[in-house]
């Protein structure tokens, strides 16, 4: 496949915005700090492929004027010393890649589409949007920017004005110890599959999760929703498929919203990374050869951990730390001491709160969603089906040694079922 750059251009706000240093939450500075990406395909109307680079001039054009309420995103990190980062909003500008390719869509290799970030350079030189960068802004924020980035693009005003001030992180409570401290295997090679459930699929494992539960009784506990239920059967199969010794130990990272969850609640728009992880464990042994509700069970205990209070001790520790780089994940640079990617670990991450659909710029609603290449053993996003049908789409990265075995179990520990449970 040949993809062919035709430019290669630095935006900048359309207009002067605020400039100095903005602190970062705890939040942002832990987990993933590199780029992450989405992809998006479209299909122009008429009036835009009659118009020479109508597209693209309509693109800039709107992200400039996106960049004034954003402008954070047209700054630079910096490092401050022992593994703290702050961002300067300089107005330096993001960079806008324009390319062509005779490429049919059924074809294309999204690696030839996502732009690489060279963290060989000091990260002041690097763009905060290339792709984008996970230590300013996480998955809900991303979706707000786009959203509104469209609605300019097609003449129509802001929605929601993004909240940029993060001392609404601001800690008030004693350290709650190490929340992350998970090892890091040695890097192997990576492939990603994209995998399907249909409605029909998902409520099988929403039986399964739930036999023996007694929801409907006690009036206390409620059902496994669809996310515990088929975020257990993914930790299931992949600990089955990466052949776990019984005494294994194996941990989920859960990735929980926290606006609502804080007290008081975040406010709208609330701009950075508002996201935190709860760690599900468990041997492998119970995980696989207890009932699918054992798993959804130990999912639903990490999430249920993350209280208001939870969180604020855990953001105090963190700022309390002289060095910060052992809870960081530099990905690109082999670097990842206590997170929560490699075998015999994993993370489920929904994107199901954003409005991740129908980004709208003025030729209808997207062809085609999902996240970019990313080769991180473990690494995983649940998305619900576009068309609202019931189903939903996994897109997994694991090593290349257990993908076949993890396709095998996903699909026929659903169908098997059926038949243990007649016996």
């Known amino acids: 496949m040949v993809v062919k750059i035709k430019g290669c251009y630095v935006l900048k706000p359309s207009t002067p915005t605020l400039q100095g240093s903005l602190a970062l939450s705890e939040s942002d ?11 998006n395909f479209y299909r122009p109307d008429q009036n835009f492929v009659s118009q020479p680079d109508a597209i693209v001039n309509t693109l800039k054009d709107s992200l400039c004027r996106a960049l004034v309420p954003f402008h954070p995103l047209a700054g630079r990190l910096r490092w401050i010393g022992g593994g703290h980062l702050e961002l300067d909003c300089n107005g330096m500008g993001v960079q806008f890649i ?9 074809d294309l290799e999204y690696d030839y589409l996502i732009p690489t970030v060279d963290y060989t350079l000091p990260i002041h030189e690097l763009p905060i949007l290339l792709t984008i960068s996970h230590a300013v802004v996480d998955g809900q924020s991303t979706f707000h920017f786009i959203s509104e980035w469209a609605r300019l693009a ?8 993004p909240f940029l001030d993060r001392k609404a992180f601001q800690a008030r409570t004693l ?3 190490n929340t992350l401290g998970l090892d890091h295997s040695e890097k192997k090679k990576t492939t990603v599959a994209m995998l399907k459930l249909t409605k029909q699929q998902i409520e099988k494992l929403k039986r399964m999760a739930n036999e023996g539960n007694d929801y409907k009784n006690s009036g206390t506990k409620p059902a496994y929703t669809r996310y515990k239920t088929v975020a257990g059967h993914i930790w299931r199969c992949a600990s089955k498929a990466r052949v776990h010794r019984n005494e294994q130990p194996t941990a989920m990272g859960v990735c929980v919203d926290l606006r609502s969850r804080m007290q008081p609640p975040l406010p709208q728009g609330y701009f950075g990374n508002a996201t935190f992880y709860g760690v599900a464990r468990s041997l492998a042994g119970d995980l696989v050869s207890k009932p699918l509700g054992y798993a959804s069970s130990r999912i639903t205990e990490a999430i249920e951990k993350v209280s208001n209070y939870y969180v604020l001790s855990a953001i105090d520790h963190f700022r309390n730390q002289p060095n910060l780089t052992r809870f960081q994940a530099l990905h690109a640079l082999g670097i990842a001491e206590g997170d929560l ?6 993370e489920v991450v929904t994107w199901s709160t954003p409005p991740m659909y129908g980004l709208d710029f003025g030729w209808e609603k997207e062809m085609y969603m999902g996240s970019g290449t990313y080769d991180f053993d473990g690494e995983s996003f649940l998305l619900p089906s576009p068309e609202g049908d019931g189903s939903m789409v996994l897109t997994l990265c694991l090593q290349v040694a257990h993908m076949d075995a993890f396709k095998k179990h996903f699909y026929e520990d659903i169908i098997l079922h059926k038949l243990y449970s007649k016996l």
């Open 98 to 106: 324009e390319a062509e390719s005779d490429s049919k869509l059924d």
């Open 29 to 39: 500075q832990i987990d993933t700090i590199s780029h992450v990406s989405i992809i």
């Open 154 to 161: 097609k003449g129509e005003p802001i929605g929601v004005m």
């Open 175 to 177: 350290p709650a110890g």
């Open 341 to 346: 990617y490699g075998n015999p670990n994993l």
